[in-house]
């Protein structure tokens, strides 16, 4: 399978700022990754599909112009949290399909990041 | 879009005991049945999937099983340790659209010693 890496793990910031998250595919050359969000005990909602070349394509309710998503090569792609406020605050995880062809692709997740915003 | 659900939302059993988690989903057109491991604070992690022209799968203790007639499908974990003790969450996707994976609503497993 896939090793997917994420960067920060953690990361605490004050209401109003921008927060980066990293996520990258170290083994395999991904041309698309998804974003999903995971509220406390809750299950994964994804939030948008980024694409290599391409603009992301984001899920009903995800507001664009608040989480940017920049998938600037086959191994890496990161979302910014711009203006974070406290309702942000959640597990941010990206996953990296592996399928080839005509098949419905195996994913592999990152270890996420804990996105907690004051 | 795909729903999926899944029960119990929240299992115990004793070690060495069999577990059994339940999925359904809505999508005739979904193919692809993962089962994911997720430890707190940290990534869901792959532990079995089935595809839609296979009726079961079995990797040593986790067998998943599917009926596509029923929409639904199956973890089963044998001999259960205290280390399987993990929240699980089933999935399913499909090989048209955009390909995402939807999640059930997660099975908290706990093994007791």
């Known amino acids: 399978g896939a090793v997917v890496s994420q960067h920060p793990s953690r990361v605490i910031c004050k209401s109003g700022t921008s927060v980066k998250i990293e996520c990258r595919s170290l083994?395999?050359?991904?041309?698309?990754m998804f974003w999903y969000r995971q509220f406390p005990k809750q299950s994964l909602m994804l939030m948008a599909t980024?694409?290599?070349?391409?603009?992301?394509?984001?899920e009903q309710g995800v507001e664009k112009d608040k989480f940017l998503i920049n998938h600037a090569s086959l191994t890496l792609s990161t979302l910014t949290v711009t203006s974070a406020h406290p309702e942000d605050s959640s597990f941010y995880i990206c996953s990296v399909p592996t399928g080839r062809g005509p098949v419905a692709d195996t994913q592999y997740f990152g270890p996420g990041t804990r996105l907690t915003v004051l | 879009g795909e729903n999926v659900e899944q029960h119990p939302s929240t299992l115990s059993v004793q070690e060495g005991d069999s577990a059994v988690i339940k999925c359904t989903y809505s999508?005739?057109?979904?193919?692809?049945f993962p089962w994911y491991k997720q430890e707190l604070g940290k990534g869901p992690q792959l532990i079995i999937d089935i595809r839609s022209n296979v009726g079961e799968k079995k990797d040593q203790r986790i067998a998943v099983t599917l009926n596509k007639t029923a929409k639904h499908f199956s973890l089963h974990i044998t001999e259960t340790q205290p280390e399987d003790s993990a929240v699980y969450f089933c999935?399913?996707?499909?090989?048209?659209?955009?390909?995402?994976?939807?999640f059930g609503s997660g099975t908290r497993l706990q093994v007791q010693p």
């Open positions: 083994d395999f050359q991904a041309t698309t």
């Open positions: 999508d005739s057109a979904s193919n692809y």
């Open positions: 980024s694409n290599e070349g391409s603009k992301a394509t984001y």
């Open positions: 999935a399913a996707s499909k090989d048209t659209g955009r390909r995402a994976l939807t």
